[in-house]
């Protein structure tokens, strides 16, 4: 008779085991930022907060003269992917509009 070993079986004394579930990685994000140029309007940049990054007239207005006067600022944060997006679609407008405003992201 083979003798097993006594942690692999439950000898009655109501040992209940939890188990773990694994914990889903949050993406990481990144914030998408306008840096400062010396061409392009101000009503332009506006324009561009609030089309693309969906700001309301007040807030726009806060984030360009925060890009204005301290030569960046952020727009949002979103995933890679979102940012990504967001980034090529900004700089692509920028330049169908003759301005050299230019739109990057970091990471977080």
């Known amino acids: 008779m083979a003798h097993e070993p006594e942690h692999e079986h439950d000898s009655g004394r109501g040992l209940a085991l939890e188990t773990a579930k694994p914990e889903a990685a949050r993406p990481p994000l990144f914030q ?3 840096l400062n140029d010396d061409f392009t309007p101000m009503d332009f940049v506006v324009e561009v907060l609030r089309t693309f990054f969906n700001l309301d ?3 726009a ?3 360009m003269l925060h890009v204005h006067t301290r030569g960046r600022g952020v727009c949002g944060v979103f ?3 979102v940012a990504e997006t967001k980034v090529t679609h900004v700089n692509e407008y920028s330049r169908s509009h003759q301005h050299p ?3 990057t992201m970091e990471k977080l």
């Open 101 to 103: 405003l230019l739109c």
């Open 61 to 63: 207005v806060q984030v």
């Open 79 to 81: 995933t890679r992917e």
């Open 57 to 59: 007239q007040e807030q």
């Open 32 to 34: 998408v930022l306008l």
